[in-house]
């Protein structure tokens, strides 16, 4: 591979899979167990806030019992390593690329660890539970407060930003992600119709494969490392 200038990084649920955390379209997956319109909608979080807070209370206590594994500690040796242009992607709310050392970040799919408030527009860091009668500590509203979470019919955040790093990396590389929800599913083609490089890393073949110059199928912990080396030295 021709060594890249500037790298855009995609990564989804299928990355901290080997942590613990549960992926979403898998069999088995969270969309198996709960329906997607009663936690992961702005509609669901209306008609019963209390089961919305419920099901991210439990997901962020959940995050206390996981850690990165070897394909996020890789990516973050790369952001550190490669000299050039460089942005991490994720979808995943987790924290599992900034407890590895990856910096230069972007959660588009918002964080479980933080909180919205929908009257003053603060965003806080939001370790512990909330509920349907907890306190905006800036505005001191009860009741506004969200998990900073996009849902599904919301605008994924800081979209401008990966639009123009994507117009620009010649190298665009989708980790652990399905390909099946929009905008993200669609990046692989804005990176191609800019010139750049791209490259598949997933357990199976993901809904975009075919999209993708080259591709490789495993687990993410031994294909992302190895992925990682080969590009560092320059293969
Ligand atoms: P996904 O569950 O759709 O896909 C995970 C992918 O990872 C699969 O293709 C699977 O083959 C792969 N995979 C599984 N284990 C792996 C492993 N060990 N190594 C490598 N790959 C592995 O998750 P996604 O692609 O991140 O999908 C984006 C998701 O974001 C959507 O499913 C959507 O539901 C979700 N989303 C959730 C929220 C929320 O929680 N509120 C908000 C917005 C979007």
Redesign the pocket.
Same mark, same amino acid.
């Given at each position: 591979m021709k060594r890249p200038s500037s790298i855009v990084i995609l990564t989804?649920?299928? @990355?901290s899979? &080997?942590s613990g955390v549960d992926?979403?379209?898998?069999a088995g997956?969270i969309?198996s167990k709960v329906d997607?319109r009663d936690v992961?909608t702005p509609q669901g979080f209306a008609r019963n806030p209390r089961l919305v807070h419920d099901f991210y209370n439990q997901r962020r206590r959940g995050m206390a019992g996981v850690a990165p594994n070897a394909a996020h500690v890789a990516l973050a040796r790369l952001e550190h390593a490669f000299s050039g242009a460089f942005l991490l992607v994720t979808?995943? @709310?987790d924290d599992l690329h900034e407890r590895a050392g990856s910096s230069r970040l972007i959660h588009m799919?918002g964080e479980i660890g933080q909180a919205l408030c929908s009257n003053c527009g603060n965003r806080l860091h939001w370790p512990g539970d909330m509920d349907v009668d907890t306190l905006c500590p800036a505005c001191h509203s009860m009741g506004t407060l969200r998990p900073d979470?996009?849902?599904?019919g919301e605008m994924p955040y800081h979209l401008g930003r990966i639009e123009r790093a994507l117009e620009a990396c010649d190298l665009f590389v989708s980790i652990?992600?399905?390909g099946?929800?929009y905008p993200a599913a669609g990046f692989v083609e804005e990176a191609r119709r800019h010139g750049a490089h791209t490259v598949e890393l997933?357990? &199976?073949p993901?809904d975009g494969f075919s999209l993708f110059a080259e591709a490789e199928h495993g687990?993410?912990t031994e294909i992302v490392p190895a992925f990682v080396e080969r590009l560092l030295a320059g293969e």
């Open positions: 989804g649920a299928g @990355i899979a &080997e992926t979403f379209r898998d997956g969309w997607y992961a979808q995943n @709310i799919h979470v996009v849902w599904f652990g992600t399905s099946s929800v997933n357990l &199976e993901s687990k993410a």
